[in-house]
């Protein structure tokens, strides 16, 4: 009997991106809430000079799999295919171009209105707080996925319809110095747990599937005592942390009708904006501790910059900042089971580099910074 032939390793670049592509960049915050849903496309049709600087990131660093966070949800063909056909597909200052055959976008959960009072302000507006999470209009902050290789598209899930309140040990919000609940029952009953959405994209690339785990977690601020942005933003970290492991994930539901987490032996990575920091005191304790300390995580090495460091100098951690506003809030994590991380960093150059101009101020491109993993895609040792 002939053996089977060998699996090859593949190598590739895996690249999360807060691209600040929301109508906030584009618009005075007393246009948000009427005019947001527009913004971007407008901005898009203008040769905006703020989403050529992202073009121009994109094509110097190549990604083959890239997430873009804050990208808002617009239709297809008046935002991704935009931006594709372009901005990415035509030289920014020498760059190359670059492309992305294939592409995933769905619906997010900021700025969809609920008829709660959510903020307790005693008035329920249906946007901003009082979204099913803060937006001001549907579809700001949302998602997308860039890829070179084929998306097993009838596989992915999504998880934009999960009830935080199906989590078992939930952290509930309570009102402060009391046992009640922040939100109403009603309220609680409907409350979804992803504040933009939770996707598993599966990526065929040669013979491996690679599933990319992207979200992008509330900030675990703009809120009070009652921590309900910080307990939001453990939780939606949390579910990942059940999803890789199958005696914890039997709760879990997608958007498709399919229960229970990632199969056992998958190769995987999670990506995107997390909102979370060993360094912040907002996030809720041991928030992200949840997956640098998983057991199906390669959390090290830690993606640095030497600009990042420049930025800080008088902080240890400073090397690992993906933010302007000094913290590491953007993750690329992959699997410890079939994955070997080759280099990894954050795109961040020093004053007086080439690109620097790039990331000199956040109206400039964003204030966050793309974070790169390269990685050899191995089969089972």
């Known amino acids: 009997m002939a053996k089977p032939e060998p699996v090859e390793p593949v190598s590739l670049r895996v690249a999360t991106f807060n691209v600040s592509m929301d109508a ?7 246009k948000l809430v009427a005019e947001g849903a527009g913004a971007l496309t407008h901005a898009l049709a203008d040769q905006h000079p703020q989403i050529q600087a992202i073009a121009e990131i994109i094509q110097h660093v190549r990604p083959d799999i890239l997430v873009l966070n804050e990208f808002d949800y617009v239709p297809a063909e008046q935002g991704i295919e935009v931006f594709l056909k372009d901005y990415l597909a035509h030289s920014q200052r020498g760059e190359s171009p670059i492309d992305y055959p294939y592409y995933f976008i769905a619906p997010v959960n900021t700025g969809e209105p609920s008829p709660f009072d959510l903020d307790q302000d005693g008035h329920a507006s249906g946007v901003g707080n009082d979204a099913w999470a803060y937006g001001n209009y549907p579809g700001q902050y949302g998602m997308v996925v860039l890829s070179k290789y084929p998306l097993a598209d009838e596989a992915i899930r999504t998880f934009r319809n999960f009830k935080w309140k199906d989590m078992p040990g939930a952290l509930q919000p309570l009102k402060p110095g009391t046992q009640e609940p922040w939100y109403p029952a009603a309220a609680w009953q409907e409350f979804p747990l992803s504040s933009k959405s939770h996707w598993d994209v599966p990526v065929m690339v040669g013979d491996f599937a690679l599933h990319l785990l992207v979200s992008h977690p509330t900030p675990p601020v703009f809120d009070g005592p009652e921590d309900r942005n910080g307990r939001r933003n453990h939780d939606e970290i949390r579910f990942w942390a059940d999803y890789l492991q199958p005696h914890l994930s039997d709760y879990i539901y997608d958007d498709q ?94 004053v007086g580099q080439p690109k620097a101009d790039l990331v000199s101020e956040r109206q400039r491109s964003s204030d966050h910074r793309l974070v790169w993993v390269d990685l050899q895609l191995i089969a089972a040792e």
């Open 24 to 30: 906030s960049n584009y618009l005075p915050n007393d």
């Open 257 to 350: 009708g399919r229960s229970g987490g990632l199969a056992p032996q998958q190769r995987f990575v999670v990506a995107g904006d997390l909102n979370a920091s060993v360094e912040s005191t907002d996030n809720y304790p041991g928030t992200i501790a949840q997956l640098l300390q998983h057991p199906a995580v390669q959390a090290e090495p830690t993606p640095t910059s030497a600009g990042g460091s420049a930025h800080t100098p008088n902080n240890p951690h400073a090397a690992t900042h993906t933010a302007g506003w000094r913290k590491r809030a953007d993750y690329v994590l992959p699997s410890v089971y079939g994955t070997r991380v080759i280099q990894s960093g954050v795109f961040w150059p020093t």
